[in-house]
Structures are given as C-alpha cells and as structure tokens.
RNA sequence: GCCCGAGUGGUGAAAUUGGUAUACACGUAUGCCUUAGGAGCAUAUGCCAUUUGGUGUGCAGGUUCAAGUCCUGUCUCGGGCACCA
C-alpha cells in the first residue's frame, strides 16, 4: 500500500504554480469577470493562524471554483500594516516599524504561498508602502475639498494608555479596541469624516444586500435613525431658547421640564446666579466620571439650573435642569421630559419630585419642524500616533488647515527615532523638526496671484480604516502611478463579487461602503454598493473550547500542522469541513487526522489503483456527487461538499472506480486540495475543468418507496420508477405487500401517496 | 430591559424546507491483514427490550395522514443594542 506523501507533492506543484504564474488576472472585456477578496490581514509577528487559513481558504475554495467553470476570476492579496502593533513593538525594542513591516510581510507571503493559494501575486498591496498611502491621500483630499473632511473641538474618546483618540466604532463598551483599558473624553479638535452625510443612504441599501443577516441588523442598529422633530422652547426673561430633539412632538403637552447634557454649550447663558456653582459642581462631576459609570450607574442624578422655559403647547412656565442622562452627542443635547410617556422622564421626575401629567396626544405641526436624526457618529480619524498615514494638511500662521497640493503627494512619513506618544495630545511626529516645515503655494483673494508661504504640517497621522476603506479598489491596478484606479479596470473588474472575512462588522464594511458612495458621486466609482456579496465567517478556537491566545498556551499553528506531515492539502480540507462557515468551531486535532486518511485514500485510489471498473457503473453516484458538490459550493456550504466528496470515495472503493470517477474525483476536489488533485488530474492527463452533470443519470430505473402505517415506518418497497405516475397501481403494490397486509388487516381509513417523496402513509 | 439567532448521539455535525431523523467525520468495539505504523481494510455503533417491537431532535402543549421543520407557552445558551429622547 502505497502512502500519499502531502510534502513532495505540494513542494513540485508550489514550485510551478510560482515559475508558471497560473492566476494572473487581466481585463477581458466580453468575459465574466469573478472578483473575490477576503479582508487583508493585519501582518503579526506570529505569522499566520489557523483563522486566517479559514478566512484564506474560503476565498481560494471559490476562485478555484469558478476558474474552473472558466470565469476570468481575480484574486488578489494585501496587508494592513499601518497600526499599533508594529509601532507598539518599535517603542519597546527601538526596531523602524518599517523594518518589523517588511520582515512581517514577507513572512506572510511566504506562509500564504506554503498553502497553495490561486493568488495573482502581481496584485499584492501594503497600506504603509508610499506608492499607496500616497492615494490615500488622495482619498482624503477629495474627501477635504468637498467639505467631508472638516475639523471639530468636541469630547473625543481618549485613551490614556495609546495615547490617542478613538472612534466610536474602535470604543467596544467603554474600552479601547485596542489595549482594553477604560477610555476616557478629552476635549480636542480632530478630524473628522462626514460619514452621516450618506447616513440615510448607507440604511436605505442595506436590506438590498447579499449579506449576512446579522450584520445588516449591526449596521441598521449601528446609523439608528429616528425620525421626529426639533421644538423650540423660549428660556423665560432671556434671549436664548433651547431646541430639543423629540421622536414624540405629539406628546409635547405633558412635557412639564426641560433637560439638557452636562455638555450643552449654551448652558453658561442662562443658569440663574444663585445655582451656579450647583451646575458647574454637576458638570464637572459629570465630565469626570468615566462613561463606563455613566453607563453602570444609571440611578439618575442631575441639577436645577434654577431657569424656566415655555411650553409652546400648553404655554407654562416649565424648569430646565441639566442631567447626564442625556447626552450631548445626539439629537440636540437637550430634551423635553415628558414623565407621563418616557420611562427615564418619568424616573428623572419622582426623584426629584417635578410634575407628571397625563398626556393629550396633539398634531404637533404648530410647534415643531420635521427632523431626523442618527445614532451614528461624524467618523473621527486623528490619531496621535506615529505609525499611520499622514495626514495631508498643513497650518498657516492662524492655524487654517491647507490641502498639500495633489502634486506634492505623498507625504511621506519621516524616520524617526523616538516613537513614543506622550499627553501632548500630538503624535511623535511633531518631534521631526525639519519635516514640520513646509511651503504651500497660497492665491492671494485680492491679487489673484499664488505665492509660497510656510506652515506647519499637521502631525497626526489617519485612522487604518483609512486605509482600507479604498484597497479594494486598488487592486484593479495596484501599479498605477498616476490615479488611485483605473478607471476601465474598475467598470470591469469592480464591485467585488464575493468578500469574505470574519471581523469589523460595523466599522469597516460601513467605511467603505461610505467611501464609495463618496467616489460614486465624484464620478469615481460607476457603482454605489462596493461588495455584492459578503461571506461572515466564525472563529477557530483550541481544542478546549477557549480562544486561543499566546498566553494560555493553546494556540495551534498552521505551519507546524502541514510539516507535521499532513501537509496544506489536510489542512486546507480539514478547515472547510470542520463546521458550518458561520460556526465558531474549536479545533479537534483527531479530526484532522481523519481529513488526511481521506486523502490517503484519494491518492491511493488513484496511484494504487487495482480494480477498475467499466466507465459508466458509477454514473449514478458520479453525477449525483458533482451536482452535490457544485450546489454546496454556491451555498457556502463546503462541509458537506466535503462530506459528499467522503462518501463518492467510500462508493468508489466498493464498486471500483473508473478512469472516468477518478478525473471526476480530481476536478471536484482541486478547489480543496489543489495540490494533491493537480497531481491526480496530470496522471491521467486531464484538464481541471468544472464537470457537470448530466440529470438523466439522476433518475434511475427502480426507486425505493417508503410505505408508513399511521406514519410509522413499516416498509420500504422497490418500485419501477414510472410506476410513481399511476397512484392506484402504487396503492395496489402496497397494500399487497405482505408486512403492509398484516398491519392493515383492521380495514384502511385512508391512503396518502406523496410522488415527490416517493412515499405512502396508510391511516388505519 | 429590548431585538435577533440557536438547542439533534459520547463528540463536530447532516436532513432536498412539512415526508425514511442522525449523512459525513471523530471516538469506541470486534475482526482481518501486515517488512509492527502516527498504519491499512471490513463490520457494528441514539436509547430501551432476547428477535418481530417500543421510543427518540431542550421542556409542555397544539395543528396535520405526517412535525427536528409550522403555531402557543416555557427554559437554557449565544449574539447585537442598551439612559439615543
């Protein structure tokens, strides 16, 4: 008994598939096009795991399939390099985060290549390579010049040991997505994306997608919008009113007092002289407390600001207090309470005793105006960090923001020594003295002439989702020096077809799905939505269940399984058939053991092959596997696919196999195990070719009939399949059959006779 | 608290959408073979009962000739949102 030996053979067809660039992707107008990318990886140190090999596989397990249908497929690949990672490790060891960038990279591309991936290596991408942040610069000057990138002074998300702001997206209950400690607000002025610009658009298209339920309802939840109205209420003896947000205008005749967030900017105007060290005392609590105990402790506490407003409805003098169950970020920052309907309101009034009263519904078209608003934030993008793409600004004297001419992109990010961030609220690149000067050509409004003046460049560098929100598109012409994309390679190859990933649910698929609306309406982009299908799959855990992590000691490591000797063919096979792509799954290294004897018995079927039988014996089982496996495929579902591929090969060491069944065999299983299945397809000579089936082989002569009594079952009779057209001759069949005869001796109430099911139910 | 999912053997899981429950694989048992290995091959394997049988998809009901699948209630687990007015 011959035995498969996985290295030999992945190390020969690694070598041609390297020499012979096999997956090069190129423009063909007049073919169909199949664009499929999973989410770059983030390069680690450690190299690839057992999740990126399911992320990656998936992705190669359906390039290989429809290359082999002949769809000119591109499959390219990249890295997200820009980060904390790499610049956290430079901090610590004094090593260029480049340098750790290039070692990372390289190591990736050799573990990605160890595995047999379709890749068209000529599409490789690298976010902090200046050939292509110097784009996205680009992006985020286009973003700039139509007033989509703008600058704000707000409470932002800091966090104390990073050493930067967050966006909301990064902020996962209180914590920092990154380092996990607590965050706390920070008054700042940063960048932001006008993403709520596209809010009603980015909700509106979501139910049209191909995705993913459950990420649908993230992103629906994420935008959160609420339609109601904006109220004025006139501040008694002052000048000022307060505008509140409500989705309940036609409640407004129980609103018996106004609040507004600790953060309302107006407040200072209005506060009576008698309470105001009681607000400021409040306000200053409220800033300092952290909002993981604004959001624990919601025991409601707040201040009168010993003002009144008028109720435009019912014409009373109402009080204003200012309480931090309201929060300034959303709607207005102010409230009208109205005790009798709202449950906070009402728990806000009993504790400090303010009037409820019930509630007269009224058309609220006299007091307000219509007015929607988001749950969904303005995306903040400064990060005080070194390691990140610079932001192309610079500062004139007065602190105006200018746009580095197009031309002089891309900013490159300076080499530096000291890497660390510090309280100042500026990134370690405000210590490159010589790199902060810059002359930016400026028009003089009155003379219409253009000088050089020189400012200072802004220090904070973007947000690596940035970076991501446009790759996709660069990988339809990853070398152009001269425009982010082009233009005929995008109508052809773009939006991508299939994305598949397992993370960023809310902040990356709605990055970029902004971004390209952006771009669509610059004319950019010929489409509005940039991924027609997403794939959303589960972790891989250890074996006990738990996730696996450094620190516990129960990480499983790719490389180490294939040069155990089972090679990336078990591997690769083992990770579509370990569960569902959905499913979290914990790794069972048993079950790889049985993936490899499946292959075994592949190969042996195919090398050691003594008993072949006549070509079409097996074309009941052949044809019926290829719809299996093909069908599954569409679906994602790659465990069963696998599991028929199992079972076809159990039949085919029954019956014998044929030349036929083993070219077949191969062909189906290439998108698995490539390597191994190229080396079955070269044996006979054999083309890689999707086969198909053929129906007439699906529909066989006799078929077995399933006879219940009662809807139990009782019998199973063999039946000429055009018999299955005549109920009464069936019935006849059946009722003669002797087991059905005893069990029916009592008399039949009744006969169903299912055709599709091939069934009988007699009711006694 | 609100909104979604999901509960099937010892284990990972199948089940053409109302029609033979447990495919495929792991594990276990028994046997065969062998230049004895990290082998390979064959058979069995939900539970109860000595066979024909009974019973069985978290639990309790219901609809139906027929329910893992549909309906009502309930429990458990997972996910999302969470003072968003």
Redesign the pocket.
């Given at each position: 008994?011959k035995?498969f030996n996985p290295l030999e053979i992945e190390k020969k067809w690694q070598k041609k598939w390297e020499e012979e660039k096999p997956y090069r992707a190129e423009v063909k107008p007049g073919v169909p096009k199949m664009y499929i990318a999973e989410m770059f990886p983030y390069p680690s140190g450690a190299g690839l795991h057992v999740g990126h090999v399911r992320n990656f596989t998936i992705v190669d397990v359906l390039t290989r399939f429809y290359e082999q249908q002949r769809l000119n497929v591109m499959r390219p690949f990249g890295y997200d390099t820009f980060g904390l990672p790499a610049e956290n490790y430079a901090i610590k060891t004094g090593t260029a985060p480049q340098e750790v960038t290039k070692a990372n990279t390289d190591n990736f591309r050799k573990q990605a290549k160890r595995l047999g991936y379709a890749i068209d290596w000529n599409r490789e991408i690298n976010t902090s390579d200046p050939e292509y942040y110097k784009w996205t610069q680009w992006c985020f000057l286009q973003l700039f010049k139509k007033g989509l990138a703008y600058q704000k002074e707000s409470y932002q998300w800091w966090c104390p040991v990073d050493q930067t702001v967050l966006a909301n997206e990064q902020v996962e209950n209180g914590h920092c997505w990154r380092c996990g400690h607590e965050v706390e607000k920070k008054k700042m002025k940063q960048w932001f994306f006008k993403i709520t610009e596209y809010a009603d658009e980015l909700l509106d298209e979501i139910d049209a997608l191909d995705w993913p339920?459950?990420i649908k309802?993230?992103q629906k939840?994420?935008i959160?919008r609420?339609v109601?109205a904006e109220i004025d209420f006139k501040v008694v003896n002052d000048a000022h009113s307060i505008t509140v947000?409500?989705?309940?205008p036609d409640t407004i005749k129980g609103a018996t007092f106004l609040v507004v967030?600790p953060e309302y900017p107006d407040l200072q105007y209005f506060v009576s002289d008698d309470a105001k060290e009681a607000v400021e005392k409040y306000k200053a609590e409220a800033l300092k407390k952290s909002e993981i105990e604004?959001?624990e402790?919601?025991e409601?506490t707040g201040v009168f600001t010993g003002a009144y407003a008028i109720n435009p409805a019912t014409k009373e003098k109402i009080p204003i207090w200012v309480a931090?169950?309201?929060?300034s970020g959303?709607?207005t920052?102010a409230?009208m309470a109205?005790p009798y309907n709202?449950e906070?309101d009402k728990e806000f009034a009993e504790k400090f005793d303010l009037p409820i009263v019930e509630t007269e519904l009224v058309d609220f078209d006299a007091f307000g105006t219509p007015k929607t608003?988001y749950?969904m934030r303005d995306w903040l993008i400064s990060r005080q960090r070194y390691w990140g793409c610079p932001i192309p600004i610079a500062y004139d004297k007065e602190g105006n923001p200018h746009a580095i001419p197009e031309d002089e992109l891309p900013v490159i990010l300076p080499e530096i020594q000291d890497y660390k961030p510090d309280e100042s609220g500026r990134s370690a690149l405000a210590k490159a003295k010589d790199w902060l000067k810059v002359k930016i050509p400026v028009k003089d409004p009155k003379t219409g002439k253009t000088h050089l003046e020189e400012m200072t460049r802004e220090t904070d560098t973007l947000d690596g989702y940035a970076c991501s929100s446009w790759y996709l598109w660069r990988y339809v012409s990853p070398h152009d020096k001269k425009q982010a994309w082009d233009k005929e390679a995008i109508a052809y190859w773009a939006p991508t077809d299939i994305y598949v990933g397992a993370d960023h649910a809310?902040a990356h698929l709605l990055y970029v799905r902004f971004w390209c609306k952006f771009f669509a309406d610059l004319g950019y982009l010929p489409f509005r939505e940039p991924i027609k299908k997403l794939i959303y799959h589960g972790y891989i855990n250890a074996p006990d269940g738990k996730k696996m992590s450094k620190s516990k000691g129960n990480v499983i490591d790719p490389l180490d399984v294939i040069n155990?000797?089972?090679g990336a063919d078990t591997l690769r096979v083992y990770e579509m058939f370990?569960?569902?792509v959905e499913?979290d799954?914990?790794w069972?290294p048993?079950?790889v053991?049985?993936?490899y004897?499946?292959l075994?018995?592949c190969y042996n079927l195919c090398f050691d092959n003594k008993n072949e039988s006549s070509d079409n014996k097996n074309a009941v089982i052949r044809n019926k596997t290829i719809k299996k496996v093909t069908e599954d495929i569409y679906k994602c579902?790659f465990?069963?696919a696998?599991?028929a591929l199992?079972?076809y090969v159990?039949e085919l060491?029954?019956e014998g196999a044929a030349t036929g069944d083993l070219v077949t065999l191969a062909k189906l299983l290439k998108p698995f195990a490539p390597h191994l299945a190229s080396e079955i397809l070269e044996k006979y000579g054999a083309d890689d070719e999707w086969p198909k089936w053929d129906e007439k082989y699906l529909v066989t002569d006799t078929v077995?009939l399933?006879v219940?009594v009662?809807?139990?079952?009782?019998a199973?009779i063999s039946v000429d399949v055009n018999d299955l057209d005549d109920e009464s001759k069936i019935i006849d069949l059946v009722k003669s059959n002797e087991k059905i005869a005893e069990y029916t001796k009592g008399g039949i109430k009744?006969t169903?006779f299912?055709k599709k099911?091939k069934?009988v139910?007699i009711?006694v």
């Open positions: 008994m035995r339920e459950k309802t993230m939840n994420w959160g609420s109601g947000f409500t989705t309940r967030a604004r959001q402790n919601k409601k931090d169950y309201v929060l959303y709607g920052g409230i109205v709202d906070r608003t749950r809310v155990d000797g089972y370990i569960g569902p499913l799954a914990a069972d048993r079950s053991g049985g993936v004897r499946f075994n018995r579902n465990n069963t696998v599991a199992m079972e159990n060491y029954k077995e399933v219940q009662n809807g139990k079952l009782r199973k009744k169903i299912v099911a069934l139910n009711v």
